[in-house]
């Protein structure tokens, strides 16, 4: 499994922000798609997830009600949608994949980052 993050870049806070994913290769082993992001001096934090077949989606408390994950299978793509982004949003975006249908557990696959930036 292949994963490509892209959409990073400077946001203003209380803008909006668009990251994808774009999956490839094995897609059996990518039963759940994730988003997870590392901020400067931090350990690298869940976001948020989405499971392949059922659309479920997963939230951390930090970004519940303002992000929003969702899939477009016909492009074998994950989109994490930023609305009304804070300061500390600022990280390293990564998208992952895991081959069970559980959210929580060891990702398989990563993608490299993308860099999100929220400042005036």
């Known amino acids: 499994v292949q994963l490509q993050a892209s959409g990073g870049g400077l946001v203003q806070p209380g803008g909006s922000l668009r990251l994808s994913c774009v999956t490839s290769?094995?897609?059996?082993?990518?039963?759940?798609v994730g988003w997870f992001r590392q901020a400067p001096g931090k350990e690298r934090e869940f976001v948020a997830a989405?499971?392949?077949?059922?659309?479920?989606?997963y939230y951390a408390n930090s970004v519940k009600g303002r992000f929003t994950i969702s899939r477009d299978a016909a492009k074998n793509t994950v989109l994490l949608q930023m609305n009304s982004p804070k300061p500390e949003d600022t990280a390293v975006y990564y998208c992952?994949?895991?081959?069970?249908?559980?959210?929580?557990?060891?990702?398989?696959?990563w993608g490299l980052g993308t860099l999100v930036t929220v400042s005036s």
């Open positions: 290769g094995r897609t059996f082993g990518s039963n759940v």
């Open positions: 992952a994949a895991r081959p069970y249908s559980s959210y929580d557990g060891k990702y398989y696959y």
């Open positions: 989405i499971t392949w077949s059922g659309g479920n989606t």
